[in-house]
């Protein structure tokens, strides 16, 4: 007699069940998030998952379960995580479920699940979309802090964009103990266009995110199998031949088993996978058939609608299916191949006129009753089975409105397929427009407008000029005028140039003084600004607010009031940046507008970095990340107020703290003017530091080297400087000497403290270090220096202490700098004053400052400095002696250090500071290396020693 189709023995994957557990303990102390199990079809993913998911939950551990399913790259957004929260709204209640979350935030899961009552109406693209994602993040962390929780999410190979994109979300943005994601795919899937590869890849450099591969079997193992499956040994002759067919592929172990045990084997694999499902009845391969055009999980209501059975003949049919392992019974009343790959070989024997019919009743009964399908999947899946049904009609109407319901789920990516078959069958259907009520070009502003939310720059481009091209500009020219603006995003988020003349363009095809008009002066006024154009880009301002204000548009007003604060701040007028600002602030909140608040509070912690108020800065940058994420809008003004954040962090010589902030924003895929202005943030700690191939990396990648035309002032200025320091610090005067020479002739430079005055204050080195060698030309840019300086205004304490330092009053400059809390620029002030007073052979006044000099280089880790202190050092005869481990503390460390010594963890130190538990880890690490100890116990007894905090 013959054994089961299933062994009934776990066979062969010891090794990696351990490896999950081992993850997820890990998981349980915050060092681990996720798991990516790749493998084969068939090589027994879902079993071990299966397995680890039992252990985990013997463990007190809660489990989630969610899978991908091949409709899901057609547009079925989320399925994963859909089914994950059905589960658990089985398992607690929706009322249980929404009080995990903030008060109203479980609206918005209602776009994935009825349950959760009427989703959030909320027009703003990226913003609903953002927020789902922090929701998904805050229900985990929620859950985790009852009991260790564990999500796994199956078949990520057919998962579709949105999904891709919240399992990256929370791959990186885990950072508490006891949640653990499991994901598996299909490694042999994995095509070289695959949209999984670059997530993948994206994934395998994250911290905290393992990568398992599941082998094929051995030939032992495929005998266990064997022998668990038969009830008894084989004979070695037929292990040899099962093992050499299979190639140790479990399923198509048993697929061969299921064959018989006479040695007569099909010939192909798909024979093989098949052979169970011939062997049934005719009629219940007839219903396998019409199950398989339905998906690999089909509803029982549904299939017999279709199959046009009753449930007593339904289920009469099935039994030997269910028997035979080939179906299985999953809840809710529906039925699941037991392996996609055996719908796959059941799907590809339908006849060409079967696949279509089959497709089309599929249609036909959901149009019925969409109760049919789980809630949210209606659309979708009508989209599917009409274009499977090849309905030219249906399919077009379908896509339509299952992208619609895209966009009210936040899924863009997923809208932007289905708008592209919109646009593909347009023409075989006459009537479309009045089908759908939106003309073609309509169809591609709705697409451009998706790919463009869903950040797909190049085909979004392609969309809007296709609409470009349907228009005329005479007959509809505020719609071309619309077009055109969206067409200066795409070209400036790529860096492109020539977004000015667009804008103008825009400009005159609409009358001066309407909404249309305002809506085009505000981002020609803001580029403007940008390129330094400050008095034009005023004027434009002005005649814009007037009319805002006339037509009643405050967030139009509020939107100009920033580009003017912005022309402000480039002009060094600080107090006016505040209050122009806050103006602003004002009106976002009266109005509700999250993108005016972010941006006027991003606005702010610029302007109080520059006006030496860096503590204030840090505050309010904590404080608008927190509105940014509640608001969604993390990926725009969010990340804004992060490259923010973290130039104030490198200012203040909290430069761990900075990379760490740098690091995180950059994970989040910012656009790509954001995202060089993070590098840039990266490359200047990497420079103080010494870190000249990581330097040089961030350089090639923003275009320094190749000498990029930049539009805006803060970009060239800032380019300057990093390749002068750059130049310095290779030892290559005359280069540095070269680009001071070039960023000097630039027509427009910045009162700005952080930008004109900042560049001014590099300058006498690069001068000094080509006097001997170009004499003649470093004199002309001392002079060339000194005539921007003379135009430059003086505002405020930070640029006073670049002031101070550009005219080589050394000391007076490091008391200022002492006084900002500017550790590296002090370092730098006093050992310059030393060399100053070393040269007037004041060899003690030399060495006294190269004392205080030298711990506050070191503390920051910037080699370079600090072997220039100590060579100075040795030239005047000073010691360099040890510093107390207090000197080598940063404050942000003796903040962490406290904690540590209260027997604090790394998750409390992270709530108490607002900074995650990576950094707080990272702090602790180097915390642990400046005293010279390996545990947070000698951390702790070296503090008191030492009384380091007292």
């Known amino acids: 007699m013959r054994g089961r189709s299933v062994s009934p023995v776990f066979v062969g994957r010891e090794e990696e069940l351990a490896a999950l557990t081992e993850s997820f303990d890990e998981a349980r102390k915050g060092t681990v998030t996720a798991v990516l199990l790749g493998g084969e079809a068939g090589v027994g993913k879902t079993r071990l998952v299966q397995r680890f998911a039992d252990r985990c939950v013997a463990d007190g551990a809660h489990v989630l379960f969610g899978g991908c399913v091949e409709l899901s790259t057609e547009g079925l957004a989320y399925a994963p995580f859909t089914a994950a929260l059905r589960q658990l709204v089985r398992e607690q209640g929706p009322a249980a479920v929404a009080g995990l979350l903030p008060d109203g935030a479980a609206r918005d899961l209602a776009r994935l699940l009825p349950e ?10 990226d913003t609903g979309r953002a927020r789902l994602f922090e929701q998904f993040l805050t229900l985990l962390e929620r859950l985790a802090e009852h009991r260790p929780t564990v999500l796994v999410i199956e078949d990520i190979h057919w998962a579709d964009r949105s999904s891709r994109d919240l399992i990256a979300f929370l791959s990186r943005n885990l950072q508490i103990p006891q949640v653990l994601i499991v994901m598996t795919y299909r490694s042999d899937d994995l095509h070289r266009q695959h949209p999984l590869r670059p997530v993948l890849a994206e ?30 040994i084989p004979e070695y002759a037929k292990v040899e031949k099962v093992y050499e067919r299979s190639e140790g592929i479990p399923l198509f172990v048993e697929a061969m088993l299921e064959s018989g045990d006479d040695g007569s084997f099909p010939e192909s694999m798909q024979d093989l996978i098949l ?43 099935l039994r030997p299916a269910i028997a035979g392992n080939v179906l299985q019974i999953a809840d809710s009343r529906a039925y699941v191949f037991r392996h996609s790959l055996i719908r796959e070989a059941v799907h590809d024997e339908l006849l060409p006129g079967e696949h279509q019919r089959l497709h089309a009743r599929f249609a036909q009964e959901i149009s019925k009753d969409r109760g049919l399908v789980p809630p949210g999947r209606a659309a979708v899946e009508l989209a599917h089975h009409w274009y499977g049904a090849r309905d030219d009609r249906w399919a077009l109407t379908s896509a339509w409105e299952a ?56 085909k979004g481009a392609k969309f809007v000029k296709a609409a470009l091209s349907d228009l005329d500009e005479t007959r509809e020219p505020a719609r071309v005028s619309q077009l055109i603006v969206r067409w200066a995003a795409v070209k400036n988020s790529k860096g492109q140039p020539g977004v000015i003349d667009d804008l103008r363009h825009a400009l005159r095809l609409v009358p001066a003084g309407t909404l249309d008009w305002a809506e085009v002066i505000t981002p020609l006024s803001r580029h403007l600004m940008l ?38 701040s480039l002009d060094g007028q600080l107090d006016a940046v505040i209050t122009v600002n806050e103006e602003a602030l004002e009106i976002g909140r009266e109005e509700g507008s999250a993108r005016i608040i972010t941006r006027a509070m991003a606005n702010n912690v610029d302007v109080l970095l520059d006006m030496g108020r860096a503590e204030e800065a840090l505050s309010l940058a904590e404080d608008g990340w927190r509105i940014a994420k509640k608001y969604g809008r993390l990926r725009g003004s969010g990340l804004f107020i992060l490259n923010n954040w973290s130039e104030v962090l490198e200012a203040m010589g909290r430069w761990d703290e900075a990379i760490d902030i740098v690091e995180s924003a950059l994970s989040h895929g910012p656009s790509l003017r954001t995202r060089y202005a993070l590098l840039r943030v990266r490359a200047d700690i990497a420079l103080a530091r010494g870190e000249m191939q990581l330097v040089e990396s961030i350089l090639s990648e923003i275009g320094v080297f190749k000498d990029r035309a930049e539009e805006f002032v803060q970009d060239i200025i800032s380019n300057a400087r990093l390749l002068i320091g750059w ?38 080195t690069v001068c000094d270090a080509a006097q001997d060698t170009e004499p003649e030309r470093s004199a002309a840019v001392r002079a060339h220096a000194a005539e921007v300086a003379a135009e430059l205004s003086v505002t405020g304490p930070v640029v006073e202490a670049y002031r101070l330092t550009y005219s080589r009053d050394f000391d007076a400059a490091a008391a200022a700098w002492e006084r900002l809390n500017r550790p590296h620029n002090r370092s730098k002030a006093l050992l310059r004053a030393a060399g100053v007073a070393a040269r007037a052979g004041d060899r003690e ?25 100590e060579v100075l050092c040795r030239r005047v005869g000073g010691t360099q002696a040890a510093h107390q481990p207090s000197e080598l503390l940063t404050p942000r460390e003796l903040e962490v250090l406290r904690l540590v010594t209260q027997g604090r963890t790394n998750r409390d130190i992270a709530a108490e500071l607002f900074i995650s538990a990576k950094t707080v880890s990272v702090h602790v690490s180097n915390i642990l290396a400046k005293l010279g100890v390996t545990t947070r116990g000698e951390a702790a007894a070296a503090a008191h020693r030492l009384s380091l905090l007292s």
């Open 845 to 869: 006044g030399a060495a006294t400052r190269l004392e205080v000099a030298l711990p506050l280089a070191t503390a920051l880790r910037a080699t370079p400095l600090v072997a220039e202190i």
């Open 727 to 764: 130049h310095l610090t290779k030892g290559e005067p005359a280069a540095a000497l070269c680009e001071a020479e070039r960023v000097l002739s630039h027509p427009k430079q910045s009162s700005k403290a952080m930008l004109g005055w900042r560049l001014l204050s590099l300058l006498p």
């Open 275 to 317: 052979s169970s499902v011939e062997r049934l009845p005719e009629e219940t391969q007839r219903v396998l058939r019409v199950a398989a055009a339905g998906g690999n999980r089909v509803g029982h209501a549904l299939l017999a609608a279709v199959s046009g059975l009753s449930d007593v003949e339904l289920e009469t049919a």
């Open 203 to 232: 994934l395998g450099r994250v911290h905290g995110v393992h990568r398992l591969d599941l082998p094929r079997l051995s030939r032992d193992e495929v005998g266990q199998q064997m022998t668990a499956i038969l009830g008894r």
């Open 403 to 458: 992208a619609r319901k895209s966009f009210k789920a936040y899924a863009y990516t997923e809208a932007v397929p289905l708008l592209e078959r919109v646009l593909m069958l347009w023409d075989r259907v006459h009537d479309a427009a009045e089908l759908i009520g939106a003309d073609h070009t309509a169809v591609l502003e709705r697409a451009s407008e998706a790919a463009y939310a869903g950040g797909d720059v190049d």
């Open 531 to 568: 390129r330094g154009e400050i008095e034009q880009a005023g004027q434009l301002i002005a005649e814009g607010l007037r009319w805002t204000r006339e037509h009643g548009d405050r967030c139009l007003e509020g939107d100009l009031l920033m580009n003017l604060a912005l022309g402000h």
């Open 116 to 125: 959760f009552g009427e989703p959030n109406s909320d027009g703003e693209t």
